[in-house]
């Protein structure tokens, strides 16, 4: 009627194996992931950050929008002053210029 003390030990056995068989391979899946998706996303950003830090006037750039414009002033706050047309000037915020086509030489001095 009485359980032996012999067999309830040997039911706790099998579940600390099954834990260590599930976690070499999570452990291994979180390391693919990182190294194929969150590391070249990580590096993607900080490049664009820096892109968008050497912004500076007469950089032709390309918005988000699909818009193709000449940098004509470059502001404080975050936003960027881009003439699409001769004489038409649009204010965008630096983070929305998605590519920078042709930087400009610094000016000597």
């Known amino acids: 009627m009485f ?5 309830a030990q040997a ?3 099998p579940a600390a194996g099954i834990f260590n068989s599930m976690l070499v391979p999570m452990i291994l899946v979180f390391g693919i992931m990182y190294m194929f998706l969150i590391r070249p996303q990580q590096k993607k ?3 664009h ?3 968008l830090e050497a912004l500076r006037r007469g950089d032709q750039v390309v918005t988000q929008g699909g818009i193709i414009g000449k940098v004509a002033k470059v502001k404080e ?3 960027v002053e881009v003439e699409i047309a001769t004489g038409v000037k ?3 915020m630096r ?3 998605a590519q920078v086509i042709s930087k400009t030489e610094p000016a000597e001095g």
Do not use: H, L
């Open 3 to 7: 359980a032996s003390p012999a067999f």
């Open 11 to 13: 039911a706790g056995g």
């Open 45 to 47: 950003m900080k490049d």
């Open 49 to 51: 950050q820096k892109m």
């Open 77 to 79: 706050d975050g936003e």
């Open 90 to 92: 649009v204010r965008v």
């Open 95 to 97: 983070a929305t210029i």
